[in-house]
């Protein structure tokens, strides 16, 4: 079974505008964390927005917001007002314990097209 | 500046030939590890390490080889045994401070091997 599943392989946005890209993830580990990553067509990954289990609150990072439904095991990443820059590959990825293992699951990735 | 060194960045890989590919960092990471990229996927983990001297294999490792003799490095062997070694290769470092709290893994910028 998928650990990490992005459901929309592309999507298209237009500048200015939110878009919310879909991350269902996959444990029976209480504890866990949640990771966004953005990838630019560079190849170079950059971190953005990071959500715990037991993390009573949604995570924000600037125009990055996480709406975590935890019961419905969802991580969807919010990205407000587009830019151009904003186009790029983005990762849904999950840290679980066990073995002090912490390397990183991620999921296929949505292409993201912000239009101007 | 702190940062994770990938080298090189092009590869060419003859048949029956061994290559190493480098990663270096200077944060102080304990752990460092080795991903792979096929296009348009995400990320597979290869092998991990924790500790010097100690690694991990991860859910790809066959064809494949790492040592960490010290702290800042974590070269990855490809070896012939590994039939189909095109893609992106991508080294990533973190701190090991328990198992909540952010810890992002930091990413170098990657290197594209391909089979001559």
């Known amino acids: 079974a998928q650990k990490i599943t992005q459901t929309q392989p592309g999507m298209f946005v237009q500048e200015k505008e939110a878009v919310t890209l879909d991350c269902t993830y996959d444990?029976?580990?209480?504890?866990?964390?949640l990771f966004w990553y953005k990838q630019p067509s560079s190849g170079e990954m950059i971190f953005l927005i990071y959500?715990?289990?037991?993390?009573?609150q949604n995570a924000t990072e600037g125009r990055y917001s996480l709406n975590f439904q935890k019961a419905r095991k969802s991580a969807n990443l919010v990205i407000s007002a587009s830019q151009l820059g904003d186009s790029a590959m983005y990762f849904c990825?999950?840290?679980?314990?066990?073995?002090?293992?912490?390397?990183?699951?991620f999921g296929s990735g949505t292409r993201l097209q912000v239009q101007p | 500046d702190g940062g994770i060194t990938q080298s090189p960045k092009y590869l060419f890989r003859k048949e029956g030939q061994n290559v190493t590919l480098s990663c270096e960092q200077n944060?102080?990471?304990?752990?460092m590890y080795w991903y792979r990229q096929d296009p348009g996927q995400g990320l597979r983990l290869i092998y991990y390490?924790?500790?010097?001297?100690?690694?991990q294999k991860g859910d790809i490792a066959e064809g494949y080889s790492v040592s960490r003799e010290k702290k800042e490095s974590f070269p990855l062997t490809v070896t012939s045994a590994q039939k189909n070694p095109t893609a992106f290769y991508l080294c990533?470092?973190?701190?090991?401070?328990?198992?909540?709290?952010?810890?992002?893994?930091?990413f170098g910028d990657g290197t594209r091997l391909s089979i001559l």
């Open positions: 959500q715990g289990s037991y993390d009573q």
């Open positions: 944060l102080n990471h304990d752990a």
């Open positions: 990825a999950m840290r679980e314990p066990g073995a002090g293992r912490r390397a990183l699951t």
């Open positions: 990533a470092s973190s701190l090991l401070i328990g198992d909540r709290g952010p810890q992002p893994q930091h």
């Open positions: 444990t029976s580990d209480p504890s866990y964390g």
């Open positions: 390490s924790q500790i010097v001297n100690d690694f």
